[in-house]
T-cell receptor, first 115, second 114 residues
Framework: GAGVSQSPRYKVAKRGQDVALRCDPISGHVSLFWYQQALGQGPEFLTYFQNEAQLDKSGLPSDRFFAERPEGSVSTLKIQRTQQEDSAVYLC?????????????FGNGTRLTVT | AQSVAQPEDQVNVAEGNPLTVKCTYSVSGNPYLFWYVQYPNRGLQFLLKYITGDNLVKGSYGFEAEFNKSQTSFHLKKPSALVSDSALYFCAVRDMDSSYKLIFGSGTRLLVRP
């Protein structure tokens, strides 16, 4: 497909479980972003990769959140010991270039529900 | 620090009427501004951007936005609304200090009634 692909589409986890969310960016896109969107809110930045380098992780809410992009393509967002406040939609976005001009292309997100 | 504000939680218009969704920004330096639309259970779709140049920017689906430096605003407009335009709209500014990430407003729900 031509767009950003995220899986799974929906994830239900019991409190305390670990989860892994996958993002396949558009092929060739250098920049990759993860966002967290709570119900009725705007997306909040979590972390940013340029190729395989994680250049900004200032938005990760705690050390339970970890992201990687080992080969500069697919990225995984991992949440350890999930809590109810982690329930949200997690959006991945990629852009062709690094820089202000390059629009972000978003996936459809993974809706995480922690029970 | 960069930020945007969307003062309206919801905008209601009748089909065929013009629509405006408001956005104001606060940046240090030149603003890089964007509008995105989100349909239910979908990701965000890019509508348009302002980087430099003409204050009136044209985008997808007949939308346009007017950049006003003196009022620090970037309002989204469309001359004639469609029912299918009903969605959640987000204004965003590019963070020029760090990673070029987008910083989003809280969103405005547009409801176009037939």
């Amino acid at each position: 497909g031509a767009g950003v692909s995220q899986s799974p589409r929906y994830k239900v986890a019991k409190r305390g479980q670990d989860v892994a969310l996958r993002c396949d960016p558009i092929s060739g896109h250098v920049s990759l972003f993860w966002y967290q969107q709570a119900l009725g809110q705007g997306p909040e930045f979590l972390t940013y990769f340029q190729n395989e380098a994680q250049l900004d992780k200032s938005g990760l809410p705690s050390d339970r959140f970890f992201a990687e992009r080992p080969e500069g393509s697919v990225s995984t967002l991992k949440i350890q010991r999930t809590q109810q406040e982690d329930s949200a939609v997690y959006l991945c976005a990629s852009s062709l270039l690094e820089g202000a001009n390059s629009p972000l292309h978003f996936g459809n997100g993974t809706r995480l529900t922690v029970t | 620090a960069q930020s945007v504000a969307q003062p309206e939680d919801q905008v209601n218009v009748a089909e065929g009427n013009p629509l405006t969704v408001k956005c104001t920004y606060s940046v240090s330096g030149n603003p890089y501004l964007f509008w995105y639309v989100q349909y239910p259970n979908r990701g965000l779709q890019f509508l348009l951007k302002y980087i430099t140049g003409d204050n009136l920017v044209k985008g997808s689906y007949g939308f346009e936005a007017e950049f006003n430096k003196s009022q620090t605003s970037f309002h989204l407009k469309k001359p004639s609304a469609l029912v299918s335009d009903s969605a959640l709209y987000f204004c965003a500014v590019r963070d020029m200090d760090s990673s070029y990430k987008l910083i989003f407003g809280s969103g405005t729900r547009l409801l176009v009634r037939p």
